[in-house]
């Protein structure tokens, strides 16, 4: 019978500091606000060469709407995983991993 090895953890703990670890979180999320005028530029760039390519006037909206489409969905998955990492870490910080924990009265 071969040997076959296990699937390394993905939730192994990480070496970094907790404040470095928040400016490595804090710079993804900024991410956000360079990726959506980046991608309607790219995106308005390639209409307009198609635009002069094909002696065209509409492919520039075309690339404009395309790059506000891919920049929205880039968008959505880096919130929708930086929520996914908060609910783990209060899970884990709750140690129930089923939301607040209840208050003591």
């Known amino acids: 019978m071969p040997f076959h090895r296990p699937i390394p953890d993905s939730n192994q703990p ?3 500091s ?4 928040g400016y490595v979180e804090a710079e993804k999320l900024m991410q956000i606000a360079m990726v ?3 991608a309607v530029a790219i995106g308005w760039a390639a209409g307009y ?3 002069h ?3 065209t006037h509409w492919l520039t ?3 404009i709407i395309l790059g506000c489409v891919s920049g929205l969905v880039y968008v959505i998955q880096v919130a929708v995983l930086a929520e996914k990492k ?4 209060d899970a884990a910080d709750n140690d129930s991993g089923k939301g607040n924990p209840p208050s003591a009265s």
């Open 86 to 89: 908060a609910t783990r870490a």
């Open 14 to 16: 990480s070496k970094m």
């Open 61 to 63: 909206i075309v690339g």
């Open 18 to 21: 907790s404040g470095l670890k």
């Open 49 to 51: 060469g198609a635009d």
């Open 36 to 38: 959506m005028p980046a």
């Open 53 to 55: 390519l094909f002696n």
